[in-house]
Every structure is written in C-alpha cells, then in structure tokens.
C-alpha cells in the first residue's frame, strides 16, 4: 500500500468514526448513561418517597420577572404574540414585559406603542439596526428585575411557562433554566426540521437529566440577571452562550421539558438554510469563547459531543468521500462508496423532487441533513471572511 493509501486510510478511518459516533454512538451512550441515572433514582425514589419534582412556589414567593422579547419587523406575529402575553399566568405585580424595536421599517413599532399606551408593555425603540447582540443589551438594561426570560417576537408560550421556569430559581445556585419547544410549520418542515427537531430534543431532555444542559433555544430560556454580561456585535448565538457565561460564574443550567412554547419553522429547507448559515458563522465565532469553560465532565463531554463535533462535521463528511477515492482497489471500499453515493443521491432526489416525496415520512431527511452540512460550510466562508453581521430577521 503506498504513502497516498495510507494517509488516506487513518483519514477515512478517523473521519467515519467520529460522523459514526455523533449521530449513532454519542445518543446510544447518552441513552445508556441517562437510564442508568434515572434507574438509579426510581430506586432511591422507592425507598425514600421523595418527590424528585422541582417543586411550584407559593405565589408569594414566586421571583420577579422580566421577560424580554427582541424584534425586528414582526408585524405579522405581534398581534398573536401580545394576546399570549396577556394568557400567561402569572402575579402581574411581579412581571414586566421588554419589547425592543431593533430598527423596525414595517408596523412593528406602532403595533407596540400602542400596546405601550395601554400599560401591558414597555418599549425600547432603537432608530437603527444594530443586531440582537444591541437589542438584548439594551432590554436588560431596561428591565427591572432579578429574572429575565427571553423569547422571539414569534414563539407563544403556554400559559404556566414562565412559573415553571421561575420556580427553579428558588435554588441559588441555579443561573439559568432551558424551555422546551415544540415545531409547527408546513408539510416540508414537518418532514425535515421537524422530524430532526424530535431527534435534537430527546438528546436535549437526556442531557438535562444528567445535568448536562449546555445550550438553549432563543425562544423560551430563563437567566439570572447577575449572569448577564453584555453581549458583543458579533455574537451571533446568545442561546449558546449566555447559558455558558452562567456555568462559567459557578451556576448550574438546567432543562425544564414543562416548560413548553411553541415556534414555527421555516417552511422549506431553503428557509432553514439561511437561518443554518448565520447560525454556523456564530458558531465558529463562539469558538474562541470556549478556551475555558466552567463544565463538569458530564457537560464538557456533551459540548464536545453535540456541539463541537457537529461543528467540524462537514468536513469529515468530505474528509471521508474523498479518501474513499483513494481506496476503491478494496471491495468493502468499493461498498461504501457506493452507500455514499446512494446517500447523495437520495438528498439530491429530495431536493427535486421534494413536493412529491413530502408524502412519504422521513423521504426528505437526507436531504435536509446535507443542505445543513452545507449551510456550515457557507457559514464557516463567512466566517473566515467576515461576511456576516450580527444582525437577524425573519425567514419564511
């Protein structure tokens, strides 16, 4: 076997293992190790009697909060959004409402001043676009209170969100706590984003039983308002990293699946995309962050394994094609090329053919999975270019 072989046989070796291990072995483990742990704590349930619940404070012990919610010309979800406001429950003389207006050019911000005159909210009016780095520093500025939930201007939450996330703040060494959420969206969301969503959001639950929560949604999380520290102009990814500031300061970050809102996905890949693209370059630009985290080895080992590794992902994938190349003297390899041109090939159906093949579940996976790979490699461009800014708005 020559030089060029061998190289090319640590890379292919090296490459599928690590893809194998993201998306097989990682889960099968954090499965194993999650029904370990909850076995465990059954038994101790069994013999003490102890309920493992976090328990729902009295009212009058419930913490002041301030949700915050950043926008950009959301005329179309506002009216929605302002009525499930006003559903929540929870002690009105312990909550407040932030709405910052980062540069809105459509009735976004008449909507809210009106809302505004009423007394249900308080608005933070920004002339020009600055980016949601801009607009969740001048939100928390605003706000009042030691409890700050964010959200989007388009996730409705049930109506006991924001008790039940408040309710683990009784704890003081708790610094932030994690929402669930649940995808609506069109008949192709629900076959690629959705069905992918289900996958991300039982690796979510399992982490957050082993106390390994490391990132949340910008739809719906909770923070402590001493963990906020103000974000820069290129911090694309708040969700990841104002979580990973408070586990930094010492606090614990929790998930909550009760905590419950809703989202709408984009309603093609196409959509999901461009969103996937900014949120690559936020990734790579959060890299720099993450020299030295405060993590346990349950946390570290599931940033690494959920997060980083599908950061570099792309790159192995093309890392595995191409030594394959170098190896097609091999049956087994000959094989295994041909299953990646299977794969390709299907993704590539899914892309042409994607209406018709919307009635067949899980047709559109493939494709989804490579359009992803390939919104990190654009993301990744932008990044080494400087391409991107911080600034956001919304996809259809």
Known sequence: MSIVQNVALWCFWISCGVVVYTYILYPVILFLVYAFVQVRRDVRFLLGRRDRRAGEPATTELPSVSLIVAAYNEETSLAEKLANIQALDYPRDRFEVVFVSDGSTDRTNSILQAAAETGEIRCVFLEQRGGKPRALNHAVAEARNDILVFSDASTLFAPNVVRMLARHFTSRDVGAVCGAVRLLGSAESHQTEGAYWKFESALHLMEGRLGATVTASGAIYA??????????PGDIIDDFLVPMQARQMGYRVLHDPEALATEFSADSVKGEFTRRVRLATGSFRALSRLRSPFLGSVAGWALFSHKILRWILPFLLIGVLVSNLFLLNHSLYRIIF???????????????????MQRVRYALIGYFLVAMHVAFLVGFWRYLWRQADSTWQRVN
Do not use: E, H, I, V
């Not at 923070?223 to 820069?232: A, N, Y």
């Open 223 to 232: 923070l402590r308002r001493t963990c906020f520290k103000s974000l820069q």
């Open 338 to 356: 041909l299953c990646q041109l299977a794969f390709y090939a299907w993704a590539g159906l899914g892309f042409l053919f994607r209406q018709r």
